[in-house]
């Protein structure tokens, strides 16, 4: 039985809104309805975008855009407990996994405050040149215009407000379309925008058939910019058909993490233990590929193992499950023939246990397997060894992907050539790849996107840069 509270309407212009036709939210680990939200389809897409570009007739002061985000981060703190156990149960996250979440969606509501009360163009040196003598010239920074957000299901709650946060910094109204599979963490973010303060038609969130909104948000001149996270296939075909507007596009990886000889290799287990299954290895930058010079090898991958059989498989429910269910049967079934796929040695997990695939560590698979060369997105790694650091940054670089990678070394030297070598958007040097904080410049190149989030980096790209140039008597 559907609980009132989970019954959840769309929100156009202010008003929560049924279309008569239901949405069921699943658990992943149970298969139960969580929850039903009303099915938008294309005309209500046209709909939240005459609301959106009507809300931006009237801007809002940055001070008050500020105070909404506040407020939201305050009530995400005093909500967080709620939070987390909505997207536990919409997306199958273990519970401790979905604190985490919720506790950095309140960090990004913060940080984006703190960018609506700091954003300003800057003063143009114009007596540089001899033609700007006599001018006064300043950039202010203009919110880009209606802003279309798409987002995917591993991160429910603070990959949208990575999106409508900094879109309201920026003075940007928005139309968002969560994934289907987990619209409930979205819409409360939306319960508490309007709480906080927010006017009608600044926030619509729509969710339904994706290609139908999706296709809508990019035939609509009024959108200016589609902010979307999700797949490489999915997101550069977005952006080919969107070729007037600005498409910003945070997409997969299979991320790599190099063990140095020299490395600590107790850590560098720990840490792959921890980062590669958290969550069953759904998150955009979960270690997937560990490439292990020779010299640590056999030490990593007996510190490694039991580590990772050690891990909790089970109800994500429970206080101390570390890996619960993929998102559904459809990967369930393409991770594990991908699995069974590999020529490597499967030296632990490999199969079911009650339904849930088990941790598994792959060694030396072929280059050419699907978990070396493509994003797994579950709870899957491998450990290859390797014969120098060329070999390890070269493998690293091997795939079309590039958003976060990894080394673990104790030399400045080898940390340095990392840094430089490793074809990423971002590089950790003794930390997991996986790491992320809310505020850093977070983003890929290759296959991987064209962008950065984070609010500060966020609301650059939803502003624009208008000059203006002042002859002085
Ligand atoms: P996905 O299948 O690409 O879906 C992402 C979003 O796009 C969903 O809202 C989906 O809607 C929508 N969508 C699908 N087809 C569309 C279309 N033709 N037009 C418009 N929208 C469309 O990705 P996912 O499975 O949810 O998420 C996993 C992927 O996201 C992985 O590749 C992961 O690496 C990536 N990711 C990247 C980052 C990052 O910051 N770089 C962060 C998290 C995840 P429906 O749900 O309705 O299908």
Redesign the pocket.
Known sequence: MVAAANEKQLLVGGEWIETGDWLDVRSPYSGEVVGRVAKAGAGEARSAIDAAERAMREPLPAHKRAEILVRVAGALGRRHEEAARLISDEAGKPLKAARVEAARAMSTYTFAAVEARKLAGEMVPMDAAQAGEGKLAFTLRRPIGVVGA??????PLN?VAHKIAPALAAGCAVVL?????TPLSALLLAELEEEAGLPPGWLNVLVG???E???VLVEDDRVKLIT????????W??KERAPKKRVNL????ATPLIVAADADVSTAAKKVSQNAFAFAGQ??ISIQRVYVERGAYDEFVQQLVPLVEALKVGDPADEDTDVGPV?DEGARTRILEWIKASSGQVLTGGELEDELIRPTVIANPGRRDEVSCE?V?GPVCTVTAVDSIDEAIALANSTRYG?QAGIFTSSLDNALRAAQELDFGGVTVNEAPTFRSDQMP???VKD??NTR?GPHYAVREMTEERLVVVDLP
């Open positions: 798409i987002s995917p299901f591993n991160f990959l379309k969560p994934a289907s599979q058939p994706a290609s909104i999706g296709d979307f996270t999700g797949s490489s296939g999915v997101g075909k977005l945070e997409l997969g990886n998150s955009c998102i994003e997105f958003l977070y983003g890929g991987s996107g989030e």
